[in-house]
């Protein structure tokens, strides 16, 4: 809002931690204040991207009011992104009469952008399951596409009449897999990384979960009762403890066990039996989410995780882990390592290792997730 130039944000990390709700969070936040929110754009694997975000952009523009606006230009500018959106990234590269698709999509992102400098608010795109745009030349076009909207430098003249360089208020979250990472980061090299900001998602906090949770110990979750009256959810202090003890800081695993416990129970107070009951009911799906994340990963990463699981936590150091897992040499450990943390943030690498994905940790490393 300020004019100064931002970043746009990748959030990415493993299925289950959060990284779509968090950034439909935001989005509804934004739109709660006015802002001009895309709906959020999810990539089926194998689709064209374009005529995705191309749809996504026309509906914000008609929010900005472009459309119904008289100019020759933005008549013209609107054509050509309706024919990206019916036809897609493809058919429009092959028509080499006119502009390339990403010119023209960062075109009415600017004029969007300009519009809400006008109404003094932001627009926000959400692209959601970006590891699925396998299309090289899609993807890149895509990001640069972004990219050139979110670097777009204009000059206004200040209150005091002083001229003044400014961005547009263009927020751009992209959320999917770590896999992204490979795609864009490696291959688009600086560019990528100058214009977007990456942030691996991780397990919740025991203690933040506790947090939120002591809501239903006291005052109570208000919900709608019976004949309109409002009643009060409760939870007491050892359901709490179970839960955020179940879970491992896993939002996925969070919402089936709080989900479980709710429907284990016929009153309006949630006790650590309930709870017990409800894991019971849900573990199966527990462990059958762990193993659909470690079964997506490559070989030698699941190598080294087994092998670090095996070793005691203090014995966890990349040498024992390294020879553990059958490696020759420690040095050949260290790229998968480096992947395991940088990239899908499941490990931290220190002395000793750890792991930050704490329901990874506990099915490699106990009996959980049964109970007793
Ligand atoms: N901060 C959170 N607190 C509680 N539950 C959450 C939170 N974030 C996500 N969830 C729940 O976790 C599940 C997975 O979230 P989702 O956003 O789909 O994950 P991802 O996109 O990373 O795969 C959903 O059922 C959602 O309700
Ligand atoms: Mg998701």
Redesign the pocket.
């Known amino acids: 809002m300020a004019g100064l130039p931002d970043r746009g944000r990748t959030i990415l ?1 493993e ?8 950034v439909r969070r935001i989005a509804a936040e934004a739109e709660g204040e006015g802002d001009w929110v895309t709906p959020q754009v999810r990539v089926p694997a194998g689709s064209d991207p374009f005529k995705l975000v191309a749809t996504a952009l026309l509906d914000l523009a008609h929010a900005a009011g472009l459309a119904s606006r008289r100019e020759k230009r933005i008549a013209e500018l609107f054509g050509r992104v309706q024919a990206i959106a019916a036809t897609g990234i493809s058919v429009t590269l092959r028509d080499t009469s006119g502009p390339e698709p990403h010119t023209v999509l960062t075109e009415l992102l600017i004029e969007i952008g300009r519009a809400a400098v006008d109404q003094r608010v932001v627009c926000l795109v959400h692209i959601d399951e970006i590891q699925n745009i396998t299309d090289e030349k899609a993807l890149s076009q895509l990001l640069i596409a972004l990219g050139d909207a979110l670097s777009h430098q204009f000059i206004v003249s200040t209150p005091g009449g002083v001229p003044m360089e400014r961005s547009l208020p263009i927020a751009v979250y992209l ?1 999917g897999l770590p896999e992204f990472e490979d795609r864009a980061g490696a291959r688009k090299g600086a560019t990528f990384a100058r214009r977007f900001k990456t942030t691996i ?1 991780e397990a ?1 906090d025991q203690d933040d979960l506790v947090l ?1 949770l002591q809501e239903f110990v006291a005052p109570g979750w208000e919900i709608a009762g019976t004949q309109g009256a409002m009643a009060s959810v409760h939870m007491t202090q050892a359901a709490v403890a179970e839960l955020v003890d179940l879970c491992r800081g896993e ?2 695993l ?2 089936l066990a709080g989900q479980q416990a709710w429907n284990a129970g016929s009153e309006n107070l949630i006790t650590e039996t309930q709870v017990r009951a409800g894991w019971r009911a849900a573990h199966r799906e527990a462990a059958a989410h762990v193993e659909r994340i470690l079964g997506r990963l490559p070989k030698r990463e699941r190598q080294l995780i087994q092998a670090m699981a095996e070793l005691a936590p203090q014995e966890r150091t990349l040498t024992r882990i390294a020879k553990k897992a059958g490696f020759e040499k420690t040095t050949d450990a260290g790229p998968t390592s480096q992947r395991l943390d940088t990239v899908r943030g499941i490990v931290q690498r220190g002395k000793p290792y750890r792991f930050r994905h704490r329901a990874i940790e506990a099915y490699l490393t106990s009996d959980w997730p049964n109970l007793e």
Not at 15 to 22: D, E, R, V
């Open positions: 990390g299925p289950g931690l959060g990284k779509s709700s968090l959320t998602l919740i939120a939002p996925f969070f919402q």
